[in-house]
């Protein structure tokens, strides 16, 4: 049975960082695809980051020099850090892979 637990969303000030974290179980981890999508209210869900089974890493322009995806295979865990946060930045973001997905984890960017 394949879960995904993300973690460590939250309320931050703009300019703010958050740090979140999907644990997974069930899959290879080592050798899965890992992405990061985030869904604003009335929008729909957009991919944000993905890491690679080699450690590569592919962004959405709008995370760009703002966010880093890393993982750790040893804890079959994949992060998302999450710097100078934007209002617009606000979603619930979701941990997947392949056609897996959490359960999402609130961000809300908010002064």
């Known amino acids: 049975q394949v879960q995904l637990v993300e973690s460590g969303g939250g309320l931050v000030q703009p300019g703010g960082s958050l740090r979140l974290s999907c644990s997974a179980s069930?899959?290879?981890?080592?050798?899965?695809?890992m992405d990061w999508y985030r869904q604003a209210p009335g929008k729909q869900r957009e991919l944000v980051a993905r890491?690679?089974?080699?450690?590569?890493?592919d962004y959405a322009n709008f995370v760009k020099d703002r966010f880093t995806i890393a993982r750790d295979n040893a804890k079959n865990t994949v992060f998302l850090q999450m710097n100078n946060l934007k209002p617009e930045d606000t979603a619930i973001y979701y941990c997947?892979?392949?056609?897996?997905w959490g359960q999402g984890t609130q961000v809300t960017v908010s002064s």
């Open positions: 890491i690679f089974s080699g450690g590569s890493t």
């Open positions: 997947a892979t392949g056609h897996f």
């Open positions: 069930g899959i290879i981890f080592s050798m899965s695809i």
